[in-house]
């Protein structure tokens, strides 16, 4: 067996700098290169040594800017894309403070996705991909600044599918922002030509989310029906998901209402002719089931 001699080139580590590149290589803000200039040695030989010590390196290059503070206070704008993200978005964390977020949806959407970008100042790149069920366009970025507002304000955490809880947004208006953000990520606004009626049906696979989303609407829109019943969750019978639905009077009163609402809304969800009609008849002839104009 060979050693190799310490040098002007090169010195033995000892047992101090084992444990300090330990705690180094666990940042998730330090990349080898500056890892080596904290213990005075190249960023080359501090990678070497970590793969010897079997560390593995948590560091994540961001090449792309992002408001690391845009979770933080909840606002109707951020309550709105927490919304999308509860019901279609995924997050990881791939270190103890890394936040790694993800979305991905149908091109026709792209220039909503473009609008998140806008709203959360970040210039992450757009990646597109072909699917079975047609082309989508996705976006990741990773900010260890938004795990905790995320967390906290909004419960959106890593395998939220099964571990969802219902946000801590306690606003009656942000409320309503936020569930606006989920209908457009995962629930439909139509019209039943059949039975010539307005609905709105709203999927998740958390029976919590959906209920705070029924006592939310409840809430605001308890008297907007001629025949005063509750809307129920309910569990679906050919998949492990639930659902929660509000049509006729109701349906119409909700939609006309969150409408109003400065949120960057999908059009092709909140502006179908065909429900706008439907609406808009129904205020005409009943005008007192309807809630006033929205003011901000």
């Not at 993800?102 to 699917?131: G, M, V």
């Not at 900010?143 to 890593?158: Q, R, S, T």
Request: glycine share 4%.
């Amino acid at each position: 067996m060979s050693f190799r001699l310490e040098s002007e080139n090169y010195k033995y580590w000892t047992l101090e700098e084992d444990q300090r590149l330990e705690q180094l290589v666990n940042l998730e803000n330090l990349s080898f290169k500056e890892i080596g200039k904290l213990l005075n040695r190249t960023g080359q030989s501090c990678q070497d040594h970590s793969v010897i010590l079997g560390l593995k390196s948590n560091y994540v290059k961001r090449t792309y800017k992002v408001n690391e503070t845009f979770w933080d206070t909840p606002d109707k704008t951020n309550c709105y894309w927490a919304g999308i993200f509860l019901a279609d978005g995924n997050i990881q964390y791939k270190g103890e403070k890394s936040c790694a977020l993800k979305w991905e949806i149908s091109t026709k959407d792209e220039p909503h996705i473009s609008r998140f970008l806008k709203d959360s100042d970040c210039d992450a790149s757009l990646n597109y991909q072909t699917r079975e069920k047609g082309k989508t366009v996705r976006i990741g970025m990773n900010c260890p600044e938004w795990k905790v507002p995320l967390k906290d304000n909004f419960g959106l955490i890593p395998n939220k599918t099964r571990r969802m809880q219902s946000p801590n947004v306690y606003d009656n208006f942000l409320k309503l922002c936020l569930i606006i953000g989920y209908i457009d990520g995962d629930g439909c606004i139509y019209y039943n030509i059949k039975t010539d009626q307005v609905g709105i049906k709203i999927d998740s696979s958390s029976y919590l989310i959906l209920e705070w989303i029924k006592e939310s609407i409840m809430d605001n829109f308890s008297e907007c029906c001629r025949v005063k019943r509750r809307s129920n969750v309910r569990k679906l019978k050919h998949a492990e998901c639930y659902e929660i639905s509000f049509c006729g009077i109701r349906a119409c009163a909700i939609i006309d209402y969150l409408r109003q609402f400065p949120v960057p809304k999908l059009d092709r969800k909140w502006n179908n002719p065909k429900v706008l009609e439907y609406v808009e008849n129904q205020k005409q002839k009943f005008p007192h089931l309807f809630l006033n104009k929205f003011t901000l």
